[in-house]
């Protein structure tokens, strides 16, 4: 099991599916005679299995294997409660997120409830422990009814994830100032997909204020998180027509990605391009055509060239692009 730990880890998954099949067949074996020891290893392996499967998108397989494991938790939880109910949360949610990947939204919202349910209870006696899940469970679960248009159910649970996520923040801030950002910005999408502007745009303003303050001693992992709140309130003052105010943090929004970009260019190439395409986009409705003819032919270059290696991923965005400058070509005539 450690061994596929390892090599899961370094996305070795033949060998680690093979480890793990070999432990759970070893653990099985040993249950026979002792269920008492060896049935929750059983189930452990069962959703390390399936937390391997799913991410090679074998889901008929992962999707066994979690309903597996928490029939086996479900029984152990009948004796010992204690010990295996947050096993069954646990794995309750992974099947919820399985089942969201599927686009099985009733089966995912049953899940995510059960989980929910499971996580208060025991946040009763032990709240530092499952306080934090159960904020995290609501926003799951806000999440899901958000792609289901069930925006009053999914307002209030971003809320509830909110209010949690903060008073956890005044006794720990460094751990949870960032899920108090989070759920701010879940919330500012939210109100802005109902175009109630004013709260969103309050929303991505706080969200951004905390993470620009927590990017000043942890810039590596926070200045991501900076430039996605820029772009996200860039895109909100482009459709209130507050163009400058949109151009402004669309730049610094680019400026951030183009930085990181030079040490990680994998993950920030796509975002320094998108943010071009956002920028071009901002200048043509303005009717800088120029200046949005200099931002497609720059995103189109940066598209084509990241094609080169991984074209299933990135010849929709050069479509796209392409799209854009002859829109422009076509207005200009």
Same mark, same amino acid.
């Given at each position: ?258 930085? #990181? ?17 956002? #920028? ?54």
């Amino acid at each position: 099991n450690n061994l596929a730990v390892l090599h899961k880890a370094q996305n070795c998954n033949d060998k680690a599916s093979a480890e793990y099949e070999e432990s759970f067949a070893i653990y099985r074996k040993l249950a026979e005679t002792d269920r008492d020891t060896f049935l929750p290893y059983v189930a452990g392996i069962l959703n390390n299995l399936a937390v391997l499967h799913k991410a090679q998108n074998r889901y008929v397989e992962a999707l066994a294997e979690y309903a597996e494991a928490l029939a086996i938790y479900r029984k152990l939880a009948e004796t010992n409660p204690q010990t295996f109910l947050p096993f069954i949360a646990t794995t309750a949610n992974n099947l919820a997120i399985l089942h969201v990947n599927q686009n099985r939204y009733a089966e995912a919202s049953a899940k995510f409830e059960e989980t929910l349910a499971i996580h208060r209870k025991l946040a009763e006696n032990d709240p530092n422990i499952f306080l934090p899940e159960v904020a995290m469970t609501l926003n799951n679960l806000a999440l899901l009814h958000k792609d289901q248009n069930l925006y009053d159910e999914a307002a209030a649970e971003f809320a509830e994830s909110l209010i949690i996520h903060r008073k956890l923040a005044e006794i720990n801030p460094n751990t949870h100032l960032p899920d108090v950002a989070m759920s701010l910005n879940n919330l500012a999408i939210l109100h802005q997909s109902q175009n109630r502007y004013d709260e969103a745009s309050a929303e991505y303003a706080e969200a951004l204020a905390i993470r620009r303050n927590l990017a000043e001693t942890n810039p590596q992992t926070f200045l991501p998180y900076v430039a996605t709140t820029l772009n996200n309130l860039a895109i909100l003052h482009q459709m209130q027509n507050r163009y400058t105010e949109g151009l402004t943090k669309y730049e610094e929004a680019f400026a951030i990605y183009r930085k #990181l970009a030079e040490t990680d260019p994998n993950t920030f190439l796509p975002e320094v391009a998108a943010t071009l395409n956002n #920028l071009g986009n901002l200048y043509q409705v303005q009717n800088c055509y120029d200046e949005s003819f200099v931002k497609y032919e720059e995103s189109l270059a940066i598209y084509r060239k990241l094609a080169e290696t991984n074209p299933q991923t990135f010849l929709p965005f050069i479509a796209t692009n392409l799209n854009n400058l002859a829109v422009l070509y076509e207005v200009q005539n």
